[in-house]
């Protein structure tokens, strides 16, 4: 009894260990980092000597340092998007775009809310107006436009280009 409650106090704390190094890759945004991390950790929350009360607990917090990494992520991308329609390479920003669409959908899917939508909005609305033909170029599709608010993370999932619900 003693052997198996060291055993478990031994793997909480190697949990708790093995949470700095992602919580700093998170917080910089490194999301590849982040969900290989992740996987291992939740690996070893599968171990038959985890306490099964903590393991919840670490599954939790597994999945907000996921949304924490695809929103710095999203951060990230979109203020490079910004520097490239200021700098007219239309190319670049339309890529950075897509691929922070992609991690617009991962990080609502881990949990993200409504203030992060808000601000992913407003930040694409800047990116498609700071380019230099902005008033001239047909923007492109956002999983943000064109839906009302209860089909928004629908949409976002899966990737229809409108909302489906009569308003």
Not at 43 to 58: A, G, I, M, N, Y
Request: with cysteine; net charge positive; proline share 3%.
């Amino acid at each position: 009894l003693v052997d198996a409650r060291k055993r478990q106090e031994m793997l909480v704390m190697a949990a708790v260990r093995d949470l700095e190094p992602v919580r700093r890759a998170a917080e910089g945004g490194d999301v590849d980092m982040v969900n290989t991390r992740c996987d291992t950790l939740a690996e070893k929350l599968r171990d038959r000597d985890f306490p099964r009360d903590r393991s919840r607990e670490f599954l939790d917090l597994i999945t907000g340092l996921r949304r924490l990494g695809h929103i710095r992520k999203v951060d990230n991308l979109l203020s490079e998007a910004i520097q490239a329609a200021r700098a007219s390479d239309q190319e670049h920003m339309n890529e950075l775009m897509g691929q922070s669409r992609q991690h617009i959908v991962q990080a609502i899917r881990y949990g993200a809310d409504a203030a992060f939508r808000e601000s992913v909005e407003k930040r694409i609305g800047v990116v498609q107006s700071t380019s230099a033909d902005g008033w001239t170029m047909k923007p492109a599709w956002s999983p943000l436009s064109r839906s009302c608010g209860r089909c928004w993370q629908a949409l976002v999932e899966t990737g229809a280009r409108r909302c489906w619900c009569p308003i």
